[in-house]
């Protein structure tokens, strides 16, 4: 395994559309295990995409678990060709991002999503969920098609910040986790 490098902005591969996964192999879980490992090796990251790391397949790792406000959630997921198939509600709320290391934004998102995907083995499953995990998965199914939450700001003028000090993993605030 090893630690693939992030593609970060002004890089115009994060435009890229990601392909959809059509084989479940060993090369595919090969891939999967490091995504993972690169996700874990930044700073504290809740979420990854596969073309944060130059692989253009429908490939994401979403995990709030370790957040600090506890909230209901799925855990650790694997996220083979998700689509978001049910928006509810409205929210605004603070994002960051491995590709975005100098700042974090306000980005409106969906409260509620349902959400199908298959997983590392082919298999389809179905999720609902809601509040800062959905709002996870939303960022990186963007990534998937080309959008970061640059995209998505309403102003870049009063939705932009810039961090003073990338939050590292053992830092106990959980609000501006990258995705
Ligand atoms: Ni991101």
Same mark, same amino acid.
């Given at each position: 395994? *090893?630690?693939? *490098?992030?593609?970060? %902005? /002004?890089?115009?591969?994060?435009?890229?559309?990601?392909? /959809?996964?059509?084989? =479940?192999?060993?090369?595919?879980?090969?891939?999967?295990?490091?995504?993972?490992?690169?996700?874990?090796?930044?700073?504290?990251?809740?979420?990854?995409?596969?073309?944060?790391?130059?692989? =253009?397949?429908?490939?994401?790792?979403?995990?709030?678990?370790?957040?600090?406000?506890?909230? *209901?959630?799925?855990?650790?997921?694997?996220? %083979?060709? /998700?689509?978001?198939?049910?928006?509810?509600?409205?929210?605004?709320?603070?994002?960051?991002?491995?590709?975005? /290391?100098?700042?974090?934004?306000? %980005?409106?998102? *969906?409260?509620?999503?349902?959400?199908?995907?298959?997983?590392?083995?082919?298999?389809?499953?179905?999720?609902?969920?809601?509040?800062?995990?959905?709002?996870?998965?939303?960022?990186?199914?963007?990534?998937?098609?080309?959008?970061?939450?640059?995209?998505?700001? %309403?102003?870049?003028?009063?939705?932009?910040?810039?961090?003073?000090?990338?939050?590292?993993?053992?830092?106990?605030?959980?609000?501006?986790?990258?995705?």
């Amino acid at each position: 395994m *090893a630690i693939r *490098a992030i593609i970060k %902005v /002004p890089d115009e591969r994060l435009k890229q559309l990601s392909e /959809p996964v059509e084989q =479940f192999d060993e090369a595919l879980r090969a891939f999967i295990d490091e995504l993972e490992e690169t996700r874990l090796s930044g700073p504290g990251a809740v979420g990854i995409a596969a073309p944060q790391v130059g692989h =253009f397949q429908r490939i994401v790792i979403v995990d709030v678990s370790n957040m600090r406000k506890p909230v *209901a959630n799925h855990g650790y997921m694997i996220l %083979v060709n /998700p689509e978001i198939t049910h928006w509810e509600g409205f929210e605004l709320g603070r994002e960051g991002c491995l590709s975005v /290391p100098d700042y974090t934004g306000n %980005v409106i998102r *969906a409260e509620q999503i349902r959400l199908t995907a298959q997983d590392q083995w082919g298999e389809r499953h179905e999720y609902e969920m809601s509040g800062f995990e959905a709002r996870a998965i939303q960022h990186e199914v963007d990534h998937l098609d080309g959008i970061t939450f640059l995209d998505r700001l %309403v102003s870049r003028r009063t939705d932009l910040f810039q961090r003073k000090v990338y939050q590292k993993k053992s830092n106990k605030s959980g609000e501006k986790k990258s995705k």
